[in-house]
């Protein structure tokens, strides 16, 4: 193929190419869909070549010298750091991780991409190579957050996190009217590096630390969330809605005789979804109709409404306070499919077997009056055959939120509750399904903080999933997958939910590691997906479960969005997209438009190389947000925590390693360290084959599973530390010997 060959070098060698994934830029060459093995063989060849290479979101790009690779730097606790490199899976399956030595990072901050120069092979096959940061291609951020003091020499901030070992110079004492002990906004002048310190000036000052709602701004500050609508945004919004005419049903499916209700989490913000069920006896046939915002309908392309909500990505939900995607008159107001109102929707009608196979799906415009608004808690409490309860004690919202409180001691319809009960029914023979064709169900709940009277946290607890969220999961999931088909038979590009195959190295090492803890397994088969299927089953209700289902997590890849036919492994689907959630993620917007237009026999195009871009800033704006949220509830039980020095709880063993061991504690939400020098009745050794720490006089065990009893012994807020001690480090190992004694007499 020489001509295709002169051609893709030509294009790639442009100074404005916009490098591409690989099938997109085989359409952009022109590329047949018969003739793209062939292509991909290409690309291998000029790969191995040196030619060409892989960077950033899995695309072809001209090679960079030789013996470099790019990647996103992380830097480690003792100053070196690892980098991931950037490659696809279509092209290239051996990359992996390099290691930077301390005196290779240079100037390199965790989340920058970096160019990476190879210095050393691995000499096995389980190991990584080592290399050293030739340059910072791209910063994640120029702006930190962190706590402001005072030496003789100048202002300093300690930096939040572990990003950054040593305090930062911002120059003349009192900068910005900062005090010590402030939390503050910096942006960095000049990066810390082995050979100079690091510089950086005062842009804002938060608030004293620990005072309300400084750890929520901290958050939000060093994550650099959006946190305020611009005011012609706002101007807008308010136009689009004093304009909406709720009674123009032109062109819609009038659903409001349909018994339509919403299953969301009691403090719920917006309401994207709502479903309705029927059985059809005679066809022993499903009817599932999921009805969701029309959000396209009050934000049109190109609007400021628009590229405020593209340049946001998603919603960010942080404890007691949500930043949404777009402004609450629409997302929180006239969008919602709020109880008792008539709202706009794009319904998706499907019809299935007795045994879950779809037969029939369209999508239509249409038009909803939820009849029922229920919590996950009440709807579960029902299926289970409890009496419902009190609905005032449910942290409705109150109207002045821009929602309606359902009325007090409403008591539930027999034909909701009869529809409720097809709903659970129709569900676990979806789940059923999914299970057949090997999905994969990673058990991993969530936590909710609790708080007193006065807006203060009072402790946490984890929240298990019950019936009635897998019923909605199964819902979501189903709607989503038929519009995926749907789009695919179109043959549009468009903007799928992928989850790209793990690789097999990192299985093996889960399999070998699941071994370790007593689980029986087929080595020769780290791949298998139902082999996998059965350890998270049967790890679900075991002391081990953390540890296995994190493990797993960490094995595979994260999902993305991308154009690309890479399929969702987990679900185990071949054509996926996220249709269901428009109020809080702009990709599922982008759809509805996609399906609009397809609906009404218009052009549907979309420019491939925007939707690959697109994708990307998507994928980094929803991982942004899941770690903000994380990141905050993990400062906000520290918080907690660092006021209860001393305080005695149950732990699971969820990580050993030869410095010491991690624990979940069995009553709160959080995770500490046991260090091995804590343990001072033994000298201890870490056991590879059974993770575990060992004692060698006394042959006492530390393993995945235990339950311990701990004390908290340090918190340090800056660097998000726990660490815990052992409420009773001495084994009582004569006690134990008489109990068996007397036992065996």
Not at 35 to 61: M, S
Not at 246 to 270: K, S, Y
Not at 484 to 510: S, T
């Amino acid at each position: 193929m020489p001509d295709l060959m002169t051609q893709l070098m030509l294009l790639v060698g442009k100074p404005q190419y916009q490098p591409l994934k690989a099938k997109a830029l085989a359409r952009r060459l022109g590329v047949p869909q018969v003739d793209y093995p062939n292509f991909r063989h290409l690309l291998q060849h000029l790969i191995k070549e040196g030619r060409l290479e892989v960077g950033k979101g899995q695309t072809i790009q001209p090679a960079k010298p030789h013996g470099t690779v790019t990647g996103v730097f992380r830097k480690l606790a003792s100053g070196a750091g690892i980098v991931r490199v950037h490659a696809p899976s279509t092209v290239k399956r051996d990359a992996g991780e390099v290691y930077i030595p301390a005196q290779g990072v240079a100037d390199a901050s965790t989340g920058d991409e970096v160019l990476v120069r190879l210095t050393k092979k691995p000499k096995q096959r389980d190991r990584s190579p080592q290399g050293e940061i030739v340059r910072v291609v791209e910063r994640q951020t120029q702006q930190f957050v962190g706590t402001y003091f005072i030496r003789s020499d100048g202002g300093y901030v300690a930096v939040d996190g572990t990003t950054f070992h040593e305090p930062i110079w911002v120059g003349d004492a009192g900068a910005k009217g900062a005090k010590p002990e402030d939390k503050v906004v910096f942006e960095m002048i000049r990066f810390p590096s082995p050979q100079a310190a690091g510089e950086g000036v005062i842009t804002e000052v938060i608030g004293p630390r620990g005072q309300p709602g400084v750890d929520t701004l901290s958050i939000i500050r060093a994550f650099a969330l959006p946190d305020v609508f611009p005011p012609d945004v706002l101007s807008e919004a308010r136009q689009i809605v004093a304009s909406f005419d709720e009674n123009d049903l032109a062109g819609r499916v009038d659903f409001r005789e349909q018994l339509v209700i919403t299953i969301d989490p009691a403090d719920a913000h917006d309401f994207d979804d709502a479903v309705s069920l029927s059985y059809d006896p005679r066809k022993h046939h499903w009817h599932l109709t999921v009805h969701v915002a029309d959000v396209s309908h009050f934000v049109p392309p190109g609007s400021l409404m628009d590229r405020e909500a593209k340049q946001r990505g998603t919603s960010v939900y942080l404890p007691r306070r949500v930043l949404p995607m777009i402004p609450e008159l629409i997302s929180n107001g006239v969008a919602s499919l709020q109880e008792k109102r008539l709202r706009y929707t794009h319904s998706v009608r499907m019809e299935f077997t007795a045994k879950g196979e779809r037969v029939h799906a369209e999508i239509v415009p249409g038009v909803v009056s939820v009849q029922h608004r229920f919590a996950y808690a009440e709807a579960t409490a029902l299926l289970d055959g409890h009496p419902r309860k009190h609905l005032g004690k449910l942290p409705w919202r109150s109207q002045e939120a821009g929602s309606d409180a359902p009325p007090k001691s409403a008591p539930c319809p027999p034909a909701v509750l009869d529809m409720l009960k097809q709903m659970k029914d129709f569900a676990l023979i979806l789940h059923e399904r999914r299970k057949k064709r090997g999905a994969l169900e990673l058990n991993m709940p969530e936590v909710e903080l609790e708080y007193d009277d006065h807006g203060q946290m009072a402790g946490a607890h984890f929240v298990e999933r019950g019936i009635s969220n897998q019923i909605i999961e199964e819902f979501m999931l189903a709607t989503n997958e038929a519009v995926a088909e749907f789009l695919q038979q179109h043959q549009v590009p468009f903007l799928r939910r992928v989850h790209a195959a793990p690789d097999p190295l990192k299985l093996e090492q889960f399999i070998h590691f699941v071994k370790g803890l007593g689980y029986k397994v087929n080595i020769d088969r780290p791949t298998d997906r139902f082999q996998l299927q059965r350890l998270l089953e049967e790890s679900a209700n075991q002391p081990q479960r953390h540890a296995v289902h994190y493990a797993l997590l960490r094995s595979l890849k994260q999902a993305e969005y991308t154009p690309e036919e890479d399929g969702h492994y987990a679900l185990a689907s071949k054509h996926y997209c996220h249709f269901t959630s428009p109020i809080r993620r702009y990709p599922d917007l982008l759809i509805h438009r996609l399906v609009h237009r397809l609906r009404r026999n218009k052009r549907a195009g979309n420019d491939e190389g925007e939707l690959v871009a697109l994708g990307e800033h998507c994928s980094f704006t929803e991982r942004r947000a899941d770690r903000a949220e994380m990141e905050l509830v993990k400062l906000k039980l520290l918080t907690y925590l660092s006021s209860r020095l001393g305080m005695e709880m149950e732990i699971l063993l969820t990580g050993v390693e030869e410095y010491g061991f991690f624990g979940q504690a069995a009553a709160l939400p959080v995770e500490g360290l046991v260090h091995v020098n804590s343990l001072t009745d033994d000298d201890y050794y870490y056991d590879e084959r059974s993770f575990s720490l060992v004692g060698r006089r006394q042959q006492r065990r530390f393993r995945l599973g235990d339950r311990v009893k701990v004390k908290v012994a340090r918190v340090d807020i800056q660097r998000r530390q726990l660490d815990f001690k052992l409420a009773d480090p001495e084994p009582r190992v004569q006690d134990e010997r008489r109990r068996r004694g007397r036992r065996q007499r």
